[in-house]
T-cell receptor, first 121, second 108 residues
């Protein structure tokens, strides 16, 4: 089954304790992205990656790191979590169609993971 | 921000009625997409309309796009209780930008 898998789904941690949220996709998608969802603010992009070893900041990158060493994996790292990073996090992936740049070419539909609810105390 | 904005923020209708949600955005786009989110779950793609299209249908969904007004609408006909969810528009130029969503409640 084509899917994006995030882990953990739920996590409660304390301020300053490093954590990693993993994201893996089995669709051979070039594009991967992390979003956070907060009430009244919609989905805001944290980081995205066009392909292996290529990452770029989204709208709210502060306090987060990412890496893209393999095509299928795109972990989100919180080096020193703070309470304002309490949120619902989503990973998404999409196909980069031949001859185009994301997301300008063709049907660049995103497939989302089920979400990771993070609470930082 | 290039973020889309959905209107209304919340909508409650009876089963069988039609539901209309609107999306406005700020900059030029290549395409506009609508996604659905069941409570606390990941978003699921519903339909995509390209910037050179004006209307598109998929089952009970009808999407319109007016690039001169920078707006789109999503119509769900003959709504069902299972349509209860939040609906988001997403615009794409260089990146994806999601709105804050419309929360739809369909009352059986």
């Amino acid at each position: 089954e084509a899917q994006v898998t995030q882990n953990p789904r739920y996590l409660i941690t304390v301020t300053g304790k490093k954590l990693t949220v993993t994201c893996s996709q089995n669709m051979n998608h070039e594009y991967m992205s992390w979003y956070r969802q907060d009430p009244g603010l919609g989905l805001r992009q944290i980081y995205y990656s066009m392909n292996v070893e290529v990452t770029d900041k989204g709208d709210v990158p502060e306090g987060y790191k990412v890496s893209r060493k393999e095509k299928r994996n795109f972990p989100l790292i919180l080096e020193s979590p703070s309470p304002n990073q309490t949120s619902l996090y989503f990973c998404a992936s999409g196909r980069l169609l031949a001859g185009g740049t994301w997301p300008n070419s063709g049907a660049n539909v995103l497939t989302f993971g089920a979400g990771s609810r993070l609470t930082v105390l | 921000s290039q973020q889309g904005e959905e209107d209304p923020q919340a909508l409650s209708i009876q089963e069988g009625e039609n539901a209309t949600m609107n999306c406005s955005y700020k900059t030029s786009i290549n395409n506009l997409q609508w996604y659905r989110q069941n409570s606390g779950r990941g978003l699921v793609h519903l339909i995509l309309i390209r910037s050179n299209e004006r209307e598109k249908h998929s089952g009970r969904l009808r999407v319109t796009l007016d690039t001169s007004k920078k707006s789109s609408s999503l119509l769900i006909t003959a709504s069902r209780a299972a349509d209860t969810a939040s609906y988001f528009c997403a615009t794409s130029a260089n990146q994806f930008y999601f709105g804050t969503g419309t929360s739809l409640t369909v009352i059986p």
